[in-house]
T-cell receptor
């Protein structure tokens, strides 16, 4: 039981490049979330999903897209990376509405 | 959107001292959670609170869900060096997103 697994762990992009971050959970959780963490700002919600095939915007969705084609996977895409998207990205999942979140170990992304 | 104000931003304490941090919100929450994050890792759940007024302990940690549902606090008693890290509060309101405070960075001096 691996929990929440994020790939890759590190990535460096040039401005304008695209990439996809993968989040996989093996706990059969319904809800999945993508956050970004910047110094002094805590965790800010980008997008989330309440079930397979559904997605919704969080606090800071601009510049990102997501897809939840399979229940266990939640993909975060950057179509045209910008330096402002340099951050640590965390994926999390939870079983039900009032359940606590379980986090992956993060992806550190640098956009130059 | 829902905003969480967490304080203090940072604390420097001596080993053995007690610690208190809190979160307040302009909105009502149905669930309050407290997480700890170590360097290079994701946040790990410490305590979950589901009812207004609820007081819950986990070892040396105690947290309370405020009676107005707009605040929560976390206390750590008799701190030890491994308590070092960043502590986050999180709140779940009527919608499906979960919002986090900016964190309290705790440093414990031996």
């Amino acid at each position: 039981n691996a929990g929440v697994t994020q790939t890759p762990k590190f990535r460096v992009l040039k401005t304008g490049q695209s990439m996809t971050l993968l989040c996989a959970q093996d706990m059969n959780h319904e809800y999945m979330y993508w956050y970004r963490q910047d110094p002094g700002m805590g965790l800010r919600l980008i997008h989330y999903s309440v079930g397979e095939g559904t997605t919704a915007k969080g606090e800071v969705p601009d510049g990102y897209n997501v897809s939840r084609l399979k229940k266990q996977n939640f993909l975060l895409g950057l179509e045209s990376a910008a330096p402002s998207q340099t951050s640590v990205y965390f994926c999390a999942s939870k079983r039900a509405y009032n359940s606590p979140l379980h986090f992956g170990n993060g992806t550190r992304l640098t956009v130059t | 959107g829902q905003q969480l104000n967490q304080s203090p931003q940072s604390m420097f304490i001596q080993e053995g001292e007690d610690v208190s941090m809190n979160c307040t919100s302009s909105s009502i929450f149905n669930t309050w959670l407290w997480y700890k994050q170590d360097p290079g890792e994701g946040p790990v759940l410490l305590i979950a609170l589901y009812k207004a007024g609820e007081l819950t302990s986990n070892g040396r940690l105690t947290a309370q869900f405020g009676i107005t549902r707009k605040d929560s606090f976390l206390n750590i008693s008799a701190s030890i060096p491994s308590d070092v890290g960043i502590y986050f509060c999180a709140g779940q309101g009527g919608n499906n997103d979960m919002r986090f405070g900016a964190g309290t960075r705790l440093t414990v001096k031996p």
